[in-house]
């Protein structure tokens, strides 16, 4: 093959340029570019941002966590300290048990849909023909158009009685589905919108991935007689597995908050069968006349402390791929 | 730094925050405090569809200007509204003036932010007791209903002649169930309401509750169980869509429009809507299960002053206030918008003078019954999230209306610790 070759080049030539210019005119000023504040004042801008739009939230979210904020506490601001009572009491709520089977249902089948529908789609994209970058663009619409357009818009089509969905079931002789009022069927709609909401994501970021995967290897291979499918496992996947593991990361992520498509369209019910953390967290804080922060910031919190185990185990999983 | 560890740390911290975002929007920001310039007083309320050029803003302007002073107007929306009282106030930036839905105000009252009518030297005698009720917390009152709004049924006259039924006759449930009956013989739909599970299907679902002798703080009564029965019934019967389950009470309305309904619950403030319809129409009040108007829930705002550091401010906020509840105001404002039965007798024969057609409205705010009335106060919020859970079990057909009332009853009763 002819790539490793290709690769030595420019590094060899980055090598000579590096070494003899600049070092020169950098030590003239490196008393000056040595100094801790010049260092701290170039930092200062991203630390205060990060400190103010980042730590704080954070450490605001724990700190409402562990005190008992009612109302009349959070306004006059005299919340009583209780530790983890705010956590065991969501822990041993009779919700916890139902809205984490329905964050897992909602993350495992939303990222397995997603991932594979906007990987195949990626693919199909990856050939040229005419239009493509149109139809491209046009996959993108459901990522462009405003949330609650598209969850209003899911509901109606949803809708048990006169729904776009149920009257062309109706015309196969499929009878009325009560796609948002039945416990039964509740999530599976939710989770219909949610994929399609995910799709333009996971082709966005897996075709730009496919873009780095050198052309030649698909003409080796074809040279060597793999067919299109044979091609797909072989060179696509395996070489775009790093990038397919940050999309699920943050499609892992982006899906465990996941709050409006399903309160637009649900709100959690009927009867918290779609009722995830996130919506529990989200109801307990906004959704009651009565605003409950302190229950709602220990939920939220926990989601907080479940993406970052995913978080870390994808971190064990790229250094052991850089260690081989 | 190690690069290694760098992006590690980058890394978690990313996946972290992004869902910290979510914990982390309870903190919110606060809006404009009422230490702005001398001479201007801030006002909010949750009208954001009247804009600044607005009839209702130059009303507020007016009334700012006979005080002496400039009004500074800032319009949210019902929800956001009660957070950024909350938040301004944890900030000791209160404005001088909100306008706020009226279960709201023994919540906002419960915490101390808002000042009575009593420190303000403001007078409340001539307003009706049973709207005035949700502003009442321990004795006190915390504000004044700028006016008041209420649910009844609207029917559609045409599908119920066509089926031959007598809108006078429904004064029971009997007689409505009997009318459904023949209005879905005819091949028509029945009713339609609001069975969401948010504070609205609350709010549609009482007047039947308190019209079945139930009471709220006993959500397992019988009555309870026959009220919640009447509505599963209808949707087993086919007399009401399924779609009740998630309608809210803008939907229930567009459904009512379509003219294939006979009736439908809705509120004051679909008055001009209905008499565009293309279809006659007419209302009636929501019938209670043995005859007579049932309760309906209160809705509406009530105009609140809270806490300011200078009390020097309240006497100008005094003057504001009863610019804005003089029967003429009161008439104003119902026309305003539309929806508004004044509080007061007064306010209510003026109103009627112009527009007669408003009667049943009329009576079925003084009929009506406050949320938080009962001296439920701060308890009313969690009873209701518990009520309208219960009503979604049932009417999805995940619990039966015994199961569902009992579930929502140990569940109140551990929330408000009674």
């Known amino acids: ?324 | 730094m190690n690069p290694k560890v760098l992006r590690i740390a980058a890394a978690v911290a990313t996946a972290g925050i992004a869902v910290g975002a979510l914990a982390g929007c309870s903190g919110g920001t606060a809006g404009t405090g009422g230490d702005a310039a001398s001479g201007t007083y801030t006002w909010w309320d949750p009208y954001p569809q009247h804009a600044e050029d607005s009839d209702w803003a130059k009303r507020v302007q007016d009334c700012g200007t006979q005080a002496g002073v400039t009004i500074q107007r800032t319009a949210y929306d019902t929800t956001a509204l009660t957070n950024q009282a909350l938040l301004s106030a944890q900030d000791g930036t209160s404005p001088d003036v909100i306008l706020i839905d009226n279960p709201a105000v023994s919540t906002l009252a419960d915490t101390g932010m808002l000042s009575t009518t009593d420190d303000l030297g403001l007078d409340t005698s001539a307003i009706d007791e049973n709207l005035l009720a949700a502003g009442v917390l321990d004795g006190k009152t915390y504000g004044i209903p700028i006016g008041a709004n209420t649910l009844a049924l609207y029917y559609n006259a045409d599908v119920l002649s066509a089926a031959g039924v007598d809108p006078a006759s429904i004064t029971d449930w009997d007689a409505l169930d009997a009318a459904l009956a023949k209005v879905s013989a005819a091949g028509k739909k029945g009713i339609t309401f609001s069975g969401i599970n948010t504070e609205e299907g609350s709010f549609q679902f009482l007047p039947w509750f308190w019209g079945a002798g139930a009471d709220l703080t006993d959500l397992s009564s019988p009555e309870a169980v026959e009220a919640v029965t009447l509505w599963k019934d209808w949707l087993d019967k086919g007399y009401a869509p399924n779609s009740v389950i998630t309608n809210s009470q803008n939907t229930v309305w567009e459904e009512f429009l379509t003219g294939d309904f006979a009736f439908a619950e809705n509120g004051t403030w679909q008055v001009d809507s209905a008499a565009k319809a293309p279809f006659a129409s007419g209302v009636i009040e929501l019938p209670a299960k043995d005859g007579g108007a049932a309760p309906a829930p209160t809705g509406g705002e009530f105009i609140v002053a809270p806490v300011q550091k200078d009390t020097a401010r309240y006497e100008t906020t005094r003057k504001i206030i009863e610019c804005m509840t003089t029967p003429e105001g009161f008439v104003d404002t119902a026309n305003t918008f539309a929806y508004y039965i004044p509080p007061t007798a007064e306010g209510q024969k003026d109103l009627l003078a112009e527009n007669p057609d408003l009667e049943t409205w009329v009576s079925a705010v003084q009929a009506a019954k406050g949320r938080t009335s009962d001296n439920l106060g701060t308890d009313y919020p969690l009873i209701s999230e518990q009520l309208w859970t219960a009503v979604q079990n049932v009417l999805s057909g995940a619990q039966t209306p015994q199961q569902a009332l009992d579930a929502a009853q140990s569940a109140a009763q551990s929330a408000t610790g009674k």
């Open chain 1, 1 to 324: 093959m002819s790539f490793p070759t290709l690769r030595e080049h420019p590094r060899a030539s980055d090598d000579t340029v590096a070494v003899t210019v600049p070092a020169a005119g950098r030590r003239r000023r490196a008393r000056l570019e040595g100094s801790p504040w010049v260092a701290a004042a170039f930092a200062a801008p991203l630390v205060i941002y990060l400190v103010v739009f980042y730590l704080w939230p954070l450490v605001r979210s724990i700190d409402l966590s562990i005190h008992d904020y009612t109302v009349r506490a959070f306004v006059q601001g005299d919340a009583a300290f209780v530790g983890l009572d705010n956590y065991i009491a969501v822990i041993s709520s009779p919700t916890f048990g139902p809205a984490l089977a329905n964050t897992a249902i909602f993350v495992v089948v939303s990222l397995v849909f997603q991932y594979a529908i906007g990987l195949g789609l990626a693919v199909f994209f990856r050939s040229h023909f005419p239009l493509s970058g149109l139809l491209r663009g046009l996959f993108l619409v459901p990522w462009l158009l405003p949330l609650i357009v598209s969850g209003s818009t899911w509901s109606w089509m949803l809708n048990s009685d006169n729904g776009i969905i149920n009257s062309v079931l109706g015309a196969f002789g499929i009878g009325q589905i009560n796609w948002l009022t039945s416990p039964d069927t509740a999530m599976t709609a939710v989770v219909i919108a949610n994929i399609w909401l995910g799709i333009p994501f996971n082709l966005v970021i897996l075709y730009s991935g496919l873009q780095n995967i050198p052309t030649d290897l698909y003409e080796a291979a074809s040279l060597d007689g793999a067919g299109p499918w044979r091609q797909f496992w072989s060179i696509t996947f395996p070489l775009l597995r790093p990038v397919s593991a940050i999309t699920l990361l943050l499609g892992l992520v982006y899906t465990l908050k996941v709050v409006d498509i399903i309160w637009i369209m649900t709100r959690g019910g009927p009867a918290d069968a779609t009722t995830t953390l996130a919506i529990w967290s989200y109801r307990e804080a906004f959704g009651t006349g009565q605003p409950d922060l302190s229950p709602a910031a220990a939920v939220g919190n926990v989601l907080i402390v479940i993406a970052l185990v995913f978080g870390l185990v994808y971190l064990r999983a790229q250094r052991r791929q850089e260690n081989s």
